[in-house]
Antibody, heavy 124, light 108 residues
């Protein structure tokens, strides 16, 4: 069974930093790209960042580019999101997610597996 | 355009059929997926690649697409279908994932 478990969410002051982790199990982690998606309180889903299976390709939403860094450790089945220069508008539940795959194909834009989320609160 | 537009709220009578739409230029090139999210829970994929249901999703959920509009149809809505629904696809200009703003479905 695919499991994604996020951790690291906390209360942080504006301008501060935080590192989120997402521990994966139940699948061959090194075969899959991983994604971070966030949801501000009472708001919709917002794509944050993605990293390829070997970590060689990364992309970021414009809203976090230059402040957040995604990385992964395939030996530990974990993906990270290093967040810096945090702003009030970064306050959200952060989910990690993986694409959905059938026996025959994978669908990169379809997130079939999600963690339970970790809450980042930015406040002084 | 990188935006996907959804109606903020839709209602349906119990047992009736409802269509939730998602509009955006990128949908002319890329297929949409749909997610159901209930309060306090992570999203659940209900439709992928325009019109495919993951295992475990009831067949009252279906998807379709025409031009720049993708649709999620629930045939015979149940009380447990009351939730927020989001579409997503690929942004044709940045190649990034993009989500719609979400539709709150109320089952009356």
């Amino acid at each position: 069974e695919v499991q994604l478990v996020e951790s690291g969410g906390d209360l942080v002051q504006p301008g501060g930093s935080l590192r989120l982790s997402c521990a994966a199990s139940g699948f061959t982690f090194s075969n899959y790209a991983m994604h971070w998606v966030r949801q501000a309180p009472g708001k919709g889903l917002e794509y944050v960042s993605a990293i390829s299976s070997n970590g060689g390709s990364k992309n970021y939403a414009n809203s976090v580019k230059g402040r957040f860094t995604i990385s992964r450790d395939n030996s530990k089945n974990t993906v990270f999101l290093q967040m810096g220069s945090l702003r009030a508008e970064d306050m959200a539940v952060y989910y990690c997610a993986r694409e959905y795959c059938t026996v025959n194909n994978c669908y990169p834009m379809a997130f079939g597996y999600w963690g339970q989320g970790t809450l980042v609160t930015v406040s002084s | 355009s990188s935006e996907l537009t959804q109606d903020p709220a839709v209602s349906v009578a119990l047992g009736q059929t409802v269509r939730i739409t998602c509009q955006g230029d990128s949908l002319r090139s890329y297929s949409a997926s749909w997610y159901q999210q209930k309060p306090g829970q992570a999203p659940v994929l209900v439709i992928y690649a325009e019109n495919n249901r993951p295992s475990g999703i009831p067949d009252r959920f279906s998807g379709s697409s025409s031009g720049n509009t993708a649709s999620l149809t629930i045939t015979g809505a149940r009380a447990e279908d009351e939730a927020d629904y989001y579409c997503n696809s690929r942004d044709s200009s940045t190649n990034h994932v993009v989500f719609g703003g979400g539709t709150k479905l109320t089952v009356l």
